[in-house]
Nanobody, 120 residues
Framework: VQLQASGGGLVQAGGSLRLSCTASGSIFSINAMNWYRQAPGKQRELVAG???????NYADSVKGRFTISRDNAKNTAYLQMNSLKPEDTAKYYC???????????????WGQGTLVTVSS
């Protein structure tokens, strides 16, 4: 299973970006899909998560500005980021709990990360 994240870039404060994360491989089902971020010198933190049924959760720091969604048919999760702030600058990683075909249990997989830089 591979997770491919894309959509990062350089944006001015107040701007928007949309990240995508697509899972591929021998996938039977995907449970939760999450976005994490890690800024230089800081620990990785959960930004937002979404279950297969569409329930969502957000870090307090992004509530009202970020929206996570998913397209189950495309095995893809999105993170719409609005009103970006310099403190949102980080490498953003997607994470998914995936059950592979022929395997009874699910595992967590990580994408390679995509860099988001917000200038003031």
């Amino acid at each position: 299973v591979q997770l491919q994240a894309s959509g990062g870039g350089l944006v001015q404060a107040g701007g928007s970006l949309r990240l995508s994360c697509t899972a591929s491989g021998s996938i039977f089902s995907i449970n939760a899909m999450n976005w994490y971020r890690q800024a230089p010198g800081k620990q990785r933190e959960l930004v937002a998560g979404i279950t297969s049924g569409g329930s969502t959760n957000y870090a307090d720091s992004v509530k009202g500005r970020f929206t996570i969604s998913r397209d189950n048919a495309k095995n893809t999760a999105y993170l719409q980021m609005n009103s970006l702030k310099p403190e949102d600058t980080a490498k953003y990683y997607c994470n998914a709990n995936v059950r592979r075909r022929g395997v009874p249990n699910s595992d967590f997989y990580w994408g390679q990360g995509t860099l988001v830089t917000v200038s003031s």
